[in-house]
């Protein structure tokens, strides 16, 4: 049985919008899987629908079933009790994850308190392991610290070390590097990989790169205009025969190449692509 097995999942906004069409995927325990498209295509809301987290007037319809357990029918407080038990969540900017009035201490500390009833000294130990394991060197002093303090990439290894800390057997990772500098995000991937492998648990890794996907990734779903339209072993994307990936592929920003990416789907590409992919030309 799969961690996660989602399928017919639609996603709809308030005014009856599509945002999500009959998504199919799954997520095999110890797995890492990637979900690459263009900036809309649906992937973020596809990580909000597993995670229960879909904003206000958004709704989703179908099945999200984890180790066989239908989610989408929980109550609000059961969602959050799952979430809690299983999930940890890294977004994309550290800083909206946090509390800028409330130290690095109290926000790794905070849900093991308040959801597994720790005391506040287990829950320090715990929180110095955590630090030490995604690479902090003075845990003592880091944790009484503000998030201004730190930068991008410290915080962003703190927010990785609370999500790691309920010890969740999912990690839902949306372009968790996307906000860093060049030269931390290699160090975050790297960090994010490590974790996961060596905990055995799996892994949705949502990006833009998709040279990132095919080299962090065991399997790779590829969204266009809220569908999956292809999916491929990672090792194998460079192959794909879908006109969209192919697309995709062509348009990498390369050393010769470089500037603003995708910009080689041209409009007449795109028709083609939407007439293979929604059947008939533009929605
Ligand atoms: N609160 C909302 N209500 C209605 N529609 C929304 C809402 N938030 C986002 N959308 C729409 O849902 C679609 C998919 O958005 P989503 O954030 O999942 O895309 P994405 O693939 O993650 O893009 P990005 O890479 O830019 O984050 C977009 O067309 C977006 O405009």
């Given at each position: 049985?799969?961690?996660?097995?989602?399928?017919?999942?639609?996603?709809?906004?308030?005014?009856?919008?599509?945002?999500?069409?009959?998504?199919?995927?799954?997520?095999?325990?110890?797995?890492?899987?990637?979900?690459?498209?263009?900036?809309?295509?649906?992937?973020?809301?596809?990580?909000?629908?597993?995670?229960?987290?879909?904003?206000?007037?958004?709704?989703?319809?179908?099945?999200?079933?984890?180790?066989?357990?239908?989610?989408?029918?929980?109550?609000?407080?059961?969602?959050?009790?799952?979430?809690?038990?299983?999930?940890?969540?890294?977004?994309?900017?550290?800083?909206?994850?946090?509390?800028?009035?409330?130290?690095?201490?109290?926000?790794?500390?905070?849900?093991?308190?308040?959801?597994?009833?720790?005391?506040?000294?287990?829950?320090?130990?715990?929180?110095?392991?955590?630090?030490?394991?995604?690479?902090?060197?003075?845990?003592?002093?880091?944790?009484?610290?503000?998030?201004?303090?730190?930068?991008?990439?410290?915080?962003?290894?703190?927010?990785?070390?609370?999500?790691?800390?309920?010890?969740?057997?999912?990690?839902?990772?949306?372009?968790?590097?996307?906000?860093?500098?060049?030269?931390?995000?290699?160090?975050?991937?790297?960090?994010?990989?490590?974790?996961?492998?060596?905990?055995?648990?799996?892994?949705?890794?949502?990006?833009?790169?998709?040279?990132?996907?095919?080299?962090?990734?065991d399997r790779v779903y590829v969204m266009y205009r809220g569908?999956?339209?292809?999916?491929?072993?990672?090792?194998?994307?460079?192959?794909?025969?879908?006109?969209?990936?192919?697309?995709?592929?062509?348009?990498?920003?390369?050393?010769?190449?470089?500037?603003?990416?995708?910009?080689?789907?041209?409009?007449?590409?795109?028709?083609?692509?939407?007439?293979?992919?929604?059947?008939?030309?533009?929605?």
């Amino acid at each position: 049985m799969s961690l996660i097995d989602i399928s017919n999942l639609n996603v709809t906004a308030s005014d009856g919008t599509e945002i999500v069409t009959n998504g199919g995927m799954r997520i095999d325990h110890g797995e890492i899987v990637g979900v690459i498209g263009e900036s809309g295509s649906g992937k973020s809301m596809t990580l909000k629908a597993i995670a229960g987290l879909l904003p206000g007037g958004v709704r989703a319809r179908g099945s999200i079933r984890y180790e066989g357990e239908e989610l989408t029918t929980l109550s609000r407080a059961k969602y959050r009790a799952f979430r809690d038990r299983e999930l940890g969540i890294v977004y994309q900017d550290p800083r909206a994850s946090v509390n800028p009035v409330h130290t690095l201490g109290d926000f790794l500390t905070e849900s093991l308190r308040v959801n597994r009833r720790m005391s506040r000294a287990e829950a320090r130990e715990r929180a110095f392991a955590a630090c030490r394991e995604v690479g902090l060197s003075d845990p003592e002093q880091q944790l009484r610290a503000y998030p201004y303090q730190f930068s991008g990439g410290m915080l962003q290894r703190v927010v990785i070390a609370a999500a790691l800390i309920t010890e969740p057997r999912l990690i839902l990772a949306d372009e968790p590097t996307t906000a860093l500098d060049v030269t931390r995000q290699a160090e975050v991937v790297a960090l994010l990989r490590d974790q996961v492998r060596s905990r055995g648990i799996g892994m949705m890794f949502i990006t833009h790169d998709l040279e990132l996907a095919a080299a962090l990734c065991d399997r790779v779903y590829v969204m266009y205009r809220g569908r999956i339209v292809d999916e491929s072993p990672a090792e194998r994307l460079d192959e794909s025969t879908h006109l969209y990936t192919r697309a995709l592929l062509k348009a990498r920003p390369t050393l010769e190449r470089s500037g603003n990416r995708l910009t080689t789907i041209t409009e007449d590409l795109r028709m083609r692509i939407d007439e293979e992919v929604l059947g008939n030309g533009a929605r």
